[in-house]
């Protein structure tokens, strides 16, 4: 029996929109244009237009209804475009916290990844220079913080709007606890990895493309094995990397506790797959990127040339969250847990 690995029509008809538009209003020339912050507002509004801010928000609260398998295919095409827009962030939170201007796009959300620290803040927050409403950990209470975003941040790799938040000094809701916390943040690792599955995939075009129109010796240097090998196992990488996104978002719009048999390799518990998800798309991002980079030659190192934007976010937007190694070590805890007397 053959096994149907492709988009369903309805998630076809989403990547088909979404593609469409990145194609048109944010080519790599929008993403430039937006450094060092990273955040273009006439695109956000394009956005709303669109009326892609509500399509995580319940049908109940006037959004879409998206599921995350629907809302992975979006996030891929944010990563295929590099966009200067928080749009995985602003879909995360408005998931758990819709109200009416965050459904319409007409301000934005985001989710802080770590719980405020004693002194109530939240520490380089994505898109926390832009959004006007926060949610996130502060003690035992996921909150909702709505104020002034300040506008500006910390200049950083991935040219990503971060900056640090109250989780206290400001119009505050308590929205629910850890529990619903760690489920939004491993709907944002989910995301997060389809926008790395995007940025690595644009890296392998970007890499055929120059390595058909560049030339040594008379010929393309495609035609160079060293070139065919540097680039062959690309594919199956970044290919891996979206089949297992799309299962990690399968399992969590079941909403179920999901299986950790790793003993017979049956793992469809959400939160481990989350973190499986987007780790592996962070490693398959940064080797696509880098092996893109070298193809290039040295113009890869010029700033003329637009794998170095794709290369440098498929770093920072992965980082924004921790050192990958203790992401890793997490995972390894949850999936081989140890037990008393070991």
């Not at 096994?3 to 538009?21: M, N, R, T, Y």
């Not at 955040?39 to 009326?51: M, P, T, V």
């Not at 398998?69 to 408005?94: K, N, W, Y």
């Not at 959300?109 to 770590?114: D, G, N, R, S, Y």
Request: hydrophobic fraction near 45%; charged fraction near 20%; aromatic fraction near 6%.
């Amino acid at each position: 029996m053959a096994v149907d690995l492709g988009l369903s029509p309805d998630q076809q008809a989403i990547e088909d929109v979404f593609a469409s538009f990145f194609s048109r209003e944010a080519p790599p020339t929008v993403a430039r244009a937006a450094e060092p912050l990273g955040f273009d507002r006439a695109l956000w509004d394009k956005l709303g237009a669109l009326e892609a801010p509500g399509m995580a928000a319940s049908t109940e609260a006037g959004g879409g209804g998206a599921t995350l398998s629907e809302l992975v295919v979006v996030a891929e095409t944010v990563g295929r475009s590099i966009a200067p827009v928080p749009l995985v962030e602003h879909l995360v939170a408005t998931r758990v916290h819709p109200e009416a201007d965050l459904v319409a796009g007409s301000a934005l959300a985001t989710i802080a990844l770590h719980p405020a620290d004693a002194d109530g803040r939240w520490r380089l927050v994505p898109a926390g220079a832009v959004a006007e409403v926060v949610v996130g950990l502060d003690g035992s209470d996921f909150v909702a913080v709505r104020s002034a975003p300040p506008g500006d941040g910390p200049r950083n790799h991935g040219s990503a709007p971060l900056a640090d938040r109250s989780a206290r000094d400001a119009s505050r809701t308590v929205i629910a606890g850890p529990a619903e916390f760690e489920a939004a943040l491993d709907s944002w690792r989910v995301l997060t990895a389809a926008t790395l599955v995007g940025i690595g995939a644009t890296a392998i075009d970007l890499a055929v493309t120059y390595a058909l129109e560049r030339e040594q010796f008379g010929v393309p240097i495609g035609s160079f094995q060293a070139v065919q090998h540097a680039l062959a196992d690309l594919p199956g990488l970044v290919d891996g990397a979206r089949l297992l996104t799309h299962k990690a978002a399968w399992v969590t719009d079941r909403g179920e506790p999901g299986s950790l048999d790793v003993d017979h390799n049956d793992i469809t518990d959400p939160a481990a797959l989350a973190t499986m998800a987007f780790v592996f798309a962070a490693d398959a991002a940064a080797a696509a990127t880098d092996r893109s980079l070298h193809v290039h030659g040295g113009y890869g190192f010029a700033e003329e040339y637009d794998i170095q934007l794709f290369y440098r976010r498929a770093r920072g937007w992965a980082l924004v969250l921790d050192d990958p190694a203790r992401e890793c070590l997490q995972l390894a805890d949850r999936l081989f847990p140890t037990t008393a007397g070991r």
